[in-house]
């Protein structure tokens, strides 16, 4: 056995801790967490070397002091390499409870946050992220609303960044604007291996083709 899957659906912090003995801590590749819960899940974890995080927030009510709990641990963690956050409209007021972690975390490699409607506010801020951490390879930012604005703060961070290597742009807002800065961008930035920026309003006359 090579590697453990395990999702949570409202297991009380006990038998999270039970069943988390039992597999070998260099084996836990992946956990899913359909839970609500109080206390940071990579601390109930503890030692594992967890590498990707899934979450789904069931109850709104909930949200904001779960995002509270994964960013108290992310600003720390030195294991994870993936968190999917995809499709939990966390929109701006969510994914800035936990984009100072992610300024801070050293190790995270990919992050998605499609389908959140972060929008240009949440893209401006994603910017910042990208400028100062120095880990992160891959982002998805896919049907997020992101238009003209929020494209040209990504693409003057990717001008910053060396580690990005690949970055998803598919089914937002972006137009001719964007499509400018993202070819500006392109010019600087060498680290950059595949930017997806399908199903937007982007045409050849806007000089990116």
Known sequence: MDEVYVSFDKLPKEMLLLILSFIPKNKLYQVNVNRQFE????????????????????????????????ARTLETNKTLKIIDFGG???????FNIFAKA???????LTICLSSNNIGDDGAILLAQVLEQ??????????????????TRALM?????????VKMSLFDNNIKSDGAKAITEALKKNI???????????????????
Do not use: H
Not at 102 to 108: D, F, I, R, S, V
Not at 133 to 150: E, M
């Open 39 to 70: 206390d940071a899940i990579l601390d109930i974890l503890g030692p594992i070397v967890l590498k990707k995080l899934r979450t789904t927030f069931w109850d709104t009510q909930m949200i904001t002091i779960e995002l509270k709990a994964l």
């Open 88 to 94: 939990q409209l966390l929109q701006y007021k969510g």
């Open 102 to 108: 992610l300024k801070l975390n050293k190790t995270l």
């Open 133 to 150: 951490n120095t880990s992160i390879k891959t982002t998805r930012l896919n049907d997020n609303k992101i238009g003209c604005i929020g």
């Open 156 to 164: 003057e961070a990717i001008t910053k960044n060396q580690t990005l």
């Open 191 to 209: 680290k950059l291996k595949t930017l997806d920026i399908g199903r937007n309003k982007i045409f050849i006359d806007d000089g990116i083709l």
